[in-house]
């Protein structure tokens, strides 16, 4: 059964940080570009980060970029995203997803293939 879990989302103060973590489970992420989305209540889905299958490059959200850091580990088959100096706006679902692609070409959700379901973080004092 293909499966992507997203886990380390929580509570965090201003200036905080988090490493999400996305786990695949039923295929291996290796085949993939993987992107990281995110939606706050009221919100549309917006996309945050993305790493490249075919060499590692990443791509980041002008509003993270220089706080967000997206990684992968094929060998543990799973893709990290560091968060650093959280910001409230920063509060949302975080999600990851998967697009067979070999480069990160997009944020369309629906050119994503597979999705996890979500781990909320919550940035506020």
């Known amino acids: 059964q293909v499966q992507l879990v997203e886990f380390g989302g929580g509570l965090v103060q201003p200036g905080g940080s988090l490493r999400l973590s996305c786990a695949a489970s039923?295929?291996?992420?290796?085949?993939?570009?993987i992107g990281w989305f995110r939606q706050a209540p009221g919100k549309e889905r917006e996309g945050v980060s993305c790493?490249?299958?075919?060499?590692?490059?990443?791509d980041y959200a002008d509003s993270v970029k220089g706080r967000f850091t997206i990684s992968r580990d094929n060998a543990k088959n799973t893709v990290y995203l560091q968060m650093n100096s959280l910001k409230p706006e920063d509060t949302a679902v975080y999600y990851c997803?998967?697009?067979?692609?070999?480069?990160?070409?997009?944020?369309?959700?629906?050119?994503?293939?597979?999705w996890g379901q979500g781990t909320q973080v919550t940035v506020s004092s």
């Open positions: 997803a998967v697009q067979n692609s070999n480069y990160c070409l997009n944020y369309v959700p629906w050119e994503y293939e597979y």
């Open positions: 039923g295929f291996t992420l290796d085949g993939y570009t």
């Open positions: 790493i490249s299958r075919i060499d590692g490059s990443t």
